[in-house]
């Protein structure tokens, strides 16, 4: 019978690089101390990588310039992090303006809002996602992630900030969303949103 760490090893190298993993998708095979011991044996291997406390990667790795692994985005951690505790998330602040390339600043922490419990991932020196509940729950009833990201790019910039070259940025994304979507999600913005991206 195979150990726990080769079980471990075997599951983890039959999924596709670049997954995010967690201790409890390996509770089936042993206790939580044997699958934590088995997960930093594997870090020392280099099979995966730690990206924070208790979250792990099975690391995609850069072939064409050879320069190693690539390291998991921050939308794709916290991406995981919601699907593992069944909530939902939303981009916002200084990051969604970032995703939109409305602005290049790069937050050191990164915020989205949820429907699910406040919290903070440390990620690296200095760096982190931060989880904030809201218990608005209109910013989730968004069909398209696109629109609900064109509402919280707009309310962070506020209405008396918005300038014509982001207006032309916004509606170039605009254009991605189908008609559908686009008619259920504007009745969701504030009403200056909505004259905005109709102007």
Known sequence: MQSIYNQIE????RMDRGAILFPDDFTDIGSSEAVR??????CKVGVVIR???GIYCYPK????WVSGIIQPSIEDIANAVAKRDKVRIMPTGAYVLNILGLSTQVPANVVFVTDGSARRISIGKGKGILFKHTSEM???????EMMMMLVAALREIGQENVTAEQIAILKKHLQ?????????DIQLAPVWVRKTLAS
């Open 176 to 184: 991605t969303i189908s008609h559908e979507d686009y008619y259920h």
């Open 138 to 144: 209109r910013s989730f009833a968004f069909k398209s």
């Open 61 to 64: 790795i850069d072939t064409q």
């Open 37 to 42: 011991i088995a997960l930093m044996r594997l």
């Open 10 to 13: 075997d599951r983890i190298r």
């Open 51 to 53: 990206v924070a406390h």
